[in-house]
């Protein structure tokens, strides 16, 4: 069975940048068979994705964030990783990240992890 | 990007009530939907999938339907541990979009 953990500082000062990191067990980020993504809810909102990597190809960034965010994957240590730079008061959230096979929802989940600008 | 739409925001039911929640895409998805639902504090969890196939360990109270652009969630019977919040999702094209969720509260 697949778990996903999300880890990090859970405070980060204005202008500096997020960095979050997603471990994978029960599954290979490598196979294919899954997106790994980043999801993040501010206090009281709803969801809003960040973006996705699969395979080892480019990865897809919802585009307001864009300019911010990188997705990086390392795939021998069994963990993908989250940056998001020059950040705001508007960038306090809980992050997720989840795994889902192509064209269907997201099918775990991390337990998420409350980020404070 | 498509937008989705979920109605109602809010809706106070009883136990034992039927509850229905709807979601509109911007555009056409096939029936590349799914609905979550999240209690506070938790991670979201997979309802349904491909927009009527229910997820595996999911009661079958819960039920979906429609395709294209509009769509249903129907929990028959609702029961305690159902008081919760739902969105539902597009997995068609991205960017990956969720609808603004409807928080189902006790009456």
């Known amino acids: 069975q697949v778990q996903l953990q999300e880890s990090g500082p859970g405070l980060v000062k204005p202008s500096e940048t997020l960095s979050l990191t997603c471990t994978v067990s029960?599954?290979?980020?490598?196979?294919?068979?899954?997106?790994w993504a980043w999801i993040r809810q501010p206090p009281g909102k709803g969801l809003e994705w960040i973006g996705n990597t699969h395979n080892g190809g480019n990865p897809f960034y919802n585009s307001p964030l864009k300019s911010r965010v990188t997705i990086s994957v390392d795939t021998s240590k069994k963990r993908f990783s989250l940056r998001v730079n020059s950040v705001t008061a508007a960038d306090t959230a809980v992050y997720y990240c989840a795994r889902h096979p192509p064209y269907l929802p997201f099918d775990s989940w991390g337990q998420g992890i409350l980020v404070a600008v | 990007d498509i937008q989705m739409t979920q109605s109602p925001s809010s809706v106070s039911a009883s136990v034992g009530d039927r509850v229905i929640i709807t979601c509109r895409a911007s555009q056409g998805i096939s029936s590349r939907l799914g609905w979550y639902q999240q209690k506070p504090g938790r991670a979201p969890k997979v309802l349904i999938y491909?927009?009527?196939s229910l997820h595996s360990g999911v009661p079958s109270r819960f039920s979906g339907s429609g395709s294209g652009t509009d769509f249903t969630l129907i929990i028959d019977t609702l029961q305690p541990e159902d008081f919760a919040t739902y969105y539902c999702?597009?997995?068609?094209?991205?960017?990956?979009?969720f609808g603004g969720g409807t928080r189902v509260e006790i009456k």
């Open positions: 029960g599954d290979s980020i490598g196979s294919g068979d899954y997106h």
């Open positions: 491909s927009a009527s």
């Open positions: 999702q597009q997995s068609n094209s991205f960017p990956l979009t």
